[in-house]
């Protein structure tokens, strides 16, 4: 699939003249409800044959940076399966296909951390892992905030933290937060603050 939304050094022109991959034969390997993998026999770009594999989610990513007016932001702790460790991150979780991501985000920010906000902005999106799956994730700026009434998932035992901004970024920065969407985000909202793309108030408490 040719991508029109190119960066400054690239062109239309060579887009279009870049080869794809053909798809020889295609199978899906396991499927649940939330996700199914596909394995394919190809022909790369290259003209070289080879054997690939694409998790196919079932739902959107999403992350909302619930931002007060006095710059500090709510992060929730969790004990992530995949990774078998606890990990600080932002309110986020899946859109299922066919859902308006923004009402994912705000349900899944009243589930997590108890909030409802006034204003939102789509702030970014980004392909989680695109060498193996087709996921997108969409990252949303929520201001405005007030208590709200949620339902949390089974699984989930989370811990509410409301820090500083800065503190975030710092754990960004010095790897203690690793989850993507959560260091995608932060380095969004501090890029955002530097070019002057958020209200003064908030820029000058998280710059200041």
């Known amino acids: 699939m040719k991508n029109s939304n190119l960066p400054p050094w690239d062109s239309l022109e060579a887009a279009a003249a870049r080869p794809d991959w053909q798809i020889l034969t295609q199978k899906i390997e396991f499927e649940n409800p939330w996700m199914r993998v596909?394995?394919?026999?190809?022909?790369?770009?290259?003209?070289?044959?080879?054997?690939?594999?694409?998790?196919?989610?079932?739902n959107r990513a999403v992350a909302v940076v619930p931002l007060f007016d006095d710059a500090t932001v709510v992060i929730v702790g969790q004990q992530r399966f995949a990774l078998n460790t606890y990990s600080w991150e932002l309110p986020e979780g899946g859109v299922p296909d066919g859902e308006d991501p923004l009402e994912g985000a705000k349900r899944e920010l009243a589930e997590e951390a108890g909030l409802k906000a006034e204003h939102w902005r789509e702030i970014i999106q980004m392909d989680v892992s695109n060498s193996i799956t087709d996921e997108v994730a969409t990252g949303y700026l929520a201001t405005g905030l007030s208590p709200t009434k949620g339902a949390l998932d089974e699984t989930e035992s989370l811990e509410i933290r409301r820090v500083p901004f800065k503190d975030l970024l710092k754990a960004v920065i010095s790897g203690q937060v690793r989850d993507s969407q959560t260091v995608v985000c932060a380095l969004r909202i501090h890029h955002m603050a530097t070019t002057g793309d958020l209200p003064p108030h908030l820029i000058n408490a998280i710059l200041g």
Request: aromatic fraction near 14%; glycine fraction near 10%.
């Open 38 to 58: 596909e394995s394919y026999d190809v022909i790369a770009p290259t003209g070289n044959p080879a054997h690939y594999g694409i998790t196919r989610f079932k």
